[in-house]
């Protein structure tokens, strides 16, 4: 797997290549060709990022990202012509105000896109969560499903917001959004099992994070060393 550092440029090309990702610049254009995978681990202070990635024709991503948040205001935008293939999943810990804006933009046919958000919040953390699918007139043969999950472990208020932007009636296109707290009976489950309200409530924490991201086991002990072996 190679490791890219995106530092200075604010456009790369990957093209047919497995890549682990590092971005520490605010704004960033990918473009993507062939079969490309990208993973992107990582705890970050504060962000503010602006990535677009254009998926050219006849290509497929699969975009696995885990980021430890205490501050984020994200733009993402996933632009794909025809005969594409896209899998986008981000799994976050918001620790202070976190919001995120996902387009994703349809612009050729016979296109199949998956956007999967799980988003956990602690301590003073609060997830906004924006996510707009827009269709261009006239396409055809596209799927474009999202699926926005927040886990409150705190007291704060999250938001999701969904926009369905639908021009053409060939396409199919699907939202679903959950906000929720741990499951009472999961929790009755796993302390009757000996469990510690603490032990659970991370092992029900890093499952919801995890089963979101399509990956190894070496990407998921990173995760969970990032997690402090939890």
């Given amino acids: 797997m190679n490791k890219i550092i995106v530092d200075k440029e604010n456009n790369i090309d990957i ?47 699969l975009y696995n990202r885990f980021v430890v948040h205490n501050e984020m205001h994200n733009k993402l935008t996933i632009n794909q012509d025809n005969n594409c293939s896209v899998r986008f999943n981000y799994s976050f810990i918001a620790n202070g105000k976190c919001d995120i804006k996902f387009n994703s933009n349809l612009l050729g046919d016979n296109n199949s896109t998956e956007i999967k958000v ?16 827009d269709t261009k007139p006239r396409i055809k043969e596209n799927s474009l499903i999202e699926s926005i999950k927040v886990l409150v472990l705190n007291n704060e208020e999250s938001i ?3 926009n369905l932007l639908v021009a053409s009636n060939e396409i199919e296109v699907n939202h679903a959004a959950t906000i929720s707290s741990i499951d009472k009976d999961y929790m009755f489950y796993l302390n009757s099992k000996g469990l510690s309200i603490l032990t659970a409530t991370s092992l029900i924490k890093n499952g919801f994070l995890l089963s979101n991201l399509a990956t190894n086991e070496e990407v998921i002990k990173q995760i969970k060393d990032l997690l402090g072996g939890e």
């Avoid at 520490?24 to 992107?40: A, M, P, R």
């Avoid at 919040?121 to 997830?127: D, L, Q, S, V």
């Fill in 160 to 162: 999701c917001i969904p």
């Fill in 15 to 61: 093209k047919d290549n497995v890549v682990t990702l590092e971005i520490w610049v605010s704004d960033l254009t990918i473009n993507c060709e062939g079969k490309v995978l990208i993973q992107e681990i990582c705890a970050k202070e504060t962000e503010n990022l602006n990535l677009t990635i254009n998926v050219l024709p006849n290509s497929s991503l």
């Fill in 118 to 133: 799980a988003a956990v919040t602690e301590n003073n953390g609060k997830a906004i969560i924006e996510t707009t699918a």
